[in-house]
């Protein structure tokens, strides 16, 4: 039915919501997204993650629609999941910096062996896992529910927005003071002034 039309003429039906054209082009464009989203975080079920982000975000929420060919669809694509990667490798960059890491990735594990972690340091990681759980449950639930929405659930700014019935704006307001919040606390303990309960 389909393999005759060309790309224009698919992503038209696509637009219309032709969930054939829809799964034609995904099964087109599923390994470049793969081979990009893998290329940005090299690891391989992150990159699968992101690439059905990618393809969920724009045919079953209905973003093809504002698809204006004025690039190839490829490079559309290719856009939103660059992107995408940004977003997560941000995140992840949150979670280590702030401690909300307890269980590294396999390529942070990667990272780790490499460095030939002696018991000293795999004991301090153990620590800074043990007071992120402690600082985290010491700030007001109200800022650690952000935290826990855009780090371990990985919730948009609007999802997470949505799940808490707060406006995006106050989110965004609230993740900020959680992360300060915590960045004062680990701080402290730092100093070794203050230890998490």
């Known amino acids: ?13 696509a637009q219309a919501g032709d969930r054939g054209a829809q799964e034609l082009l995904c099964e087109q464009y599923y390994p470049k997204v793969l081979r990009l989203s893998l290329m940005f975080l090299r690891e391989w079920h992150a ?23 004025r690039s190839s669809l490829a490079f559309w694509l290719l856009a939103i999941t660059r992107n995408y990667c940004y977003s997560h490798l941000r995140k992840r960059k949150y979670r280590i910096r702030l401690g909300l890491c307890a269980a590294p ?7 780790l062996r490499s460095k030939d972690l002696n018991p000293e340091d795999q004991c301090l990681h153990a620590e800074e896992a043990f007071w992120a759980d402690g600082a985290l449950r010491q700030i007001p639930k109200m800022f650690s529910k952000c935290l826990e ?20 704006k106050l989110f965004g307001l609230r993740k900020l003071r959680a992360e300060r919040l915590m960045q004062k606390k680990y701080a402290l303990w730092a100093r070794g002034t203050k230890r998490p309960r």
């Open 1 to 13: 039915m389909y393999d005759n039309c060309e790309e224009k003429e698919l992503v038209v039906k």
């Open 47 to 69: 990159a699968h993650d992101v690439a059905q982000d990618v393809f969920c975000r724009v045919f079953a929420e209905g973003q093809i629609k504002y698809f204006r060919a």
């Open 105 to 111: 990735t396999a390529m942070e594990m990667s990272l």
């Open 149 to 168: 929405y855009w780090y371990f659930r990985e919730y948009s700014y609007k999802e997470a927005a949505k799940r808490l019935r707060i406006s995006v």
